[in-house]
C-alpha cells in the first residue's frame, strides 16, 4: 500500500501558510480547517512543529490574543517573506501536479 507520508510533509508548510495568508488565525483553527480541505491526517502534533519552524524562518509572527472561550491564544498571520515563499510553493507545486497529470493521463510511452 502507498505510504502518502512523504507526500503530506512536502506539502503540508504550503497549505499551513495558505490558511494563515486568508486571516490571522490560531492552531486550532488551522486544524479544523486541514481537516474541513481533506487533510484527516493532520494532528496537533504534526502542526504546531510546523508553525514553529514557521515562525523561526520569519515567514509568520504569532501573537498572543484573549479568547473569548478561555486562555489566551496564539494567533499566527503571514509575513512578506512567507507570501514569497507561498508564491513559489505554488509555482513548483503546480509545475510537479502538471507533470505528474500529464503521465498519467497518457503522456507516458505504451509501447514498451
Request: contains cysteine; glycine residues 8%.
Amino acid at each position: 500500500m502507498y505510504d502518502k507520508t512523504q507526500l503530506m510533509r512536502g506539502s503540508l508548510e504550503g497549505c499551513i501558510l495558505k490558511i494563515i495568508e486568508q486571516h490571522m488565525t490560531y492552531g486550532y483553527e488551522i486544524l479544523m480547517n486541514m481537516k474541513e480541505a481533506g487533510w484527516i491526517d493532520v494532528t496537533e502534533g504534526t502542526l504546531y512543529p510546523i508553525l514553529l519552524r514557521l515562525e523561526k524562518l520569519h515567514y509568520i509572527r504569532a501573537e498572543k490574543r484573549d479568547s473569548p472561550l478561555g486562555p489566551r491564544r496564539k494567533y499566527y498571520q503571514i509575513t512578506t517573506e512567507g507570501r514569497v515563499y507561498l508564491r513559489d510553493f505554488y509555482t513548483e507545486w503546480s509545475k510537479l501536479a502538471k507533470t505528474i497529470d500529464k503521465l498519467f493521463e497518457g503522456g507516458g510511452n505504451d509501447d514498451r
